[in-house]
């Protein structure tokens, strides 16, 4: 989208549609159907692709969130940032659904997946078997996607490139008793650019489970 285009703001019927979640750090997570909010646009998705699509609905997300027209940009690595604003943001889609973050001072990472995902015909390229078994006790249901949810934001969250999911990103330990519906989790990262810790939370709300990170490495 050129700079200087206005984006629709959602009307107060499709807001509703939106479901919002406070976190402790100041943090506003919000989602909802990737085409419910674009339908709530005046923007023709005729000849667009999957990506432009969602990339248009993250621009009319944040403006909605932040009540005022804004665009998302993208730096070399791909993380996202608002142009002109000092707010971090982070983007997740599923099939059909599109989450954000947003943050008025600290990095923020979030992923967004469906519970029942099956990743079992890639496991072996992010984690291993003594790995999915320590995060089973945490999350018995598909422990593999709480893997690879936590690691999509570990992902995001670093400002380099070349992470190797398997080796370099590894489960630590829960932070908190498992109620099999909160989650808190400690990841070690072992990078050559940067070697630490970092607390993952997620929450399982419908049929979604919703990482994300909005706290500086511990």
């Given at each position: ?113 469906t519970t029942n995902r099956n990743v079992g015909s890639v496991k072996q390229k992010f984690t291993t078997t003594g790995e ?23 992902f995001k969250i670093l400002p380099f490139a070349a992470i190797h999911f398997k080796d370099q ?50």
């Amino acid at each position: 989208m050129g700079k200087g285009k206005t984006l629709p703001i959602y009307s107060h019927r499709n807001q509703e549609t939106l479901k919002k979640f406070y976190t402790s750090n100041e943090s506003l997570i919000v989602w909802g159907s990737t085409s419910q909010i674009f339908q709530s646009t005046n923007i023709s998705s005729e000849n667009l692709s999957r990506r432009e699509l969602e990339l248009r609905t993250s621009d009319v997300l944040a403006s909605t969130i932040l009540n005022k027209q804004v665009e998302i940009q993208r730096e070399a690595n791909g993380r996202p940032y608002i142009t002109g604003s000092s707010e971090k943001i982070s983007i997740s889609h599923t099939r059909s659904t599109l989450g954000v973050i947003i943050n008025p001072h600290t990095p923020v990472a979030l992923d967004i997946e469906t519970t029942n995902r099956n990743v079992g015909s890639v496991k072996q390229k992010f984690t291993t078997t003594g790995e999915i078994e320590l995060v089973r006790k945490v999350h018995s249901d598909n422990p593999e996607i709480l893997i690879w949810s936590c690691k999509e934001c570990l992902f995001k969250i670093l400002p380099f490139a070349a992470i190797h999911f398997k080796d370099q990103l590894t489960f630590n330990e829960a932070a908190q008793p498992n109620n099999n519906i909160d989650f808190a989790t400690i990841w070690s990262v072992n990078h050559p650019n940067f070697k630490g810790v970092f607390l993952v939370n997620s929450f399982i709300f419908d049929d979604l489970l919703i990482s994300y990170i909005d706290t500086k490495p511990l």
